[in-house]
T-cell receptor
């Protein structure tokens, strides 16, 4: 079965540079989520999209932005990168259950961002 | 904000032993999800729970959604070396928005052959 696809898997950037991460959700899933996971930490919710509209916002810095396109893929744009942005970035997708419950989130393999 | 307390933080057990870990919340959740994560990989969904009192099994894994809706546990029976990893509980408050899946801090499981 198709899974969530993320690219690139690894990315190395300098401070103050920009980075873009891409996510292709599972076909027919209607919701995409972005999470950030620092070393030894639990995943922290950044932002989500439901049917291409921003649904919820978590601890996403103002330097970051995201969008979901007509083909349902999503991109996370990170500008003015800081050393503390080094982390694993996960995309997840789900299909909202009847009644609006969140459903099962399926995660991609993640994109490891290293800021030097 | 809401917090999940997951325990224990780590476990070091002998192959063949049973394992139990749990999560508690200060508020009610409508969904509990249990994930396993290997180093550098994405979390893999193990079990999803949607109803208070629900008990669900997936092979050697069993998880339950607490009656109070503020807790959940995960049991692993007859552990094997490939069970090694970090296990996360995650909860969703339907009163919040769709994207608000909150994770516990994880339980790191080590299995000695």
């Amino acid at each position: 079965a198709a899974g969530v696809i993320q690219s690139p898997r690894h990315l190395i950037k300098e401070k103050r540079e920009t980075a873009t991460l891409k996510c292709y959700p599972i076909p027919r899933h209607d919701t995409v989520y972005w999470y950030q996971q620092g070393p030894g930490q639990d995943p922290q919710f950044l932002i989500s999209f439901y049917e291409k509209m921003q649904s919820d916002k978590g601890s996403i810095p103002d330097r970051f932005s995201a969008q979901q396109f007509s083909d349902y893929h999503s991109e996370l744009n990170m500008s003015s990168l800081e050393l503390g942005d080094s982390a694993l970035y996960f995309c997840a997708s789900s299909l909202v259950r009847v009644g609006g419950n969140i459903g099962e989130l399926f995660f991609g393999e993640g994109s490891r961002l290293t800021v030097l | 904000g809401q917090q999940l307390n997951q325990s224990p933080q780590s476990m070091f057990i002998q192959e063949g032993e049973d394992v139990s870990m749990n999560c508690t919340s200060s508020s009610i959740f409508n969904t509990w999800l249990w994930y396993k994560q290997d180093p550098g990989e994405g979390p893999v969904l193990l079990i999803a729970l949607y109803k208070a009192g629900e008990l669900t099994s997936n092979g050697r894994l069993t998880a339950q959604f607490g009656i109070t809706r503020k807790d959940s546990f995960l049991n692993i029976s007859a552990s094997i070396p490939s069970d090694v990893g970090i296990y996360f509980c995650a909860g969703h408050d339907y009163g919040g928005s769709q994207g608000n899946l909150i994770f516990g801090k994880g339980t790191k499981l080590s299995v000695k052959p």
